[in-house]
């Protein structure tokens, strides 16, 4: 009975494993979809960081190093202000600014 509860357990890590890391449409590879994920992380960082950006307002994904930012920013300074940090992570070859601006 242990030994089946031990396996039920090991094969939903292992299915949670694959799902957590699956490649999505458009990556080639398992290690550039890390790296995407690496860039999106640290794009939200410095956006949780700087205090002139609403880091719960915006979106940020990456796909092949391609930063998509989306949201709603309270100024065109926001919005250019969170597009520079973006464009200042490692890894980022391209930022696609497509944030808001609330009237």
Not at 2 to 8: E, G, N, P
Not at 87 to 103: H, L, M
Request: some cysteine; aromatic content about 4%; glycine content about 6%.
């Amino acid at each position: 009975m242990r030994h089946t509860a031990l396996s039920l357990a090991l094969s939903g890590l292992l299915a949670f494993t694959a799902v957590g890391c699956a490649v999505t449409r458009d990556q080639s590879t398992v290690g550039q979809y890390v790296d995407d994920a690496t860039i999106t992380t640290r794009v939200k960082a410095k956006f949780a960081e700087d205090k002139a950006v609403s880091a719960m307002a915006l979106q940020v994904e990456t796909l092949r190093g391609t930063v998509q930012l989306s949201g709603f920013a309270k100024s065109s300074a926001e919005k250019s202000r969170a597009g520079m940090l973006a464009e200042s992570v490692p890894g980022v070859k391209q930022v696609k600014n497509d944030i808001v601006v609330k009237p």
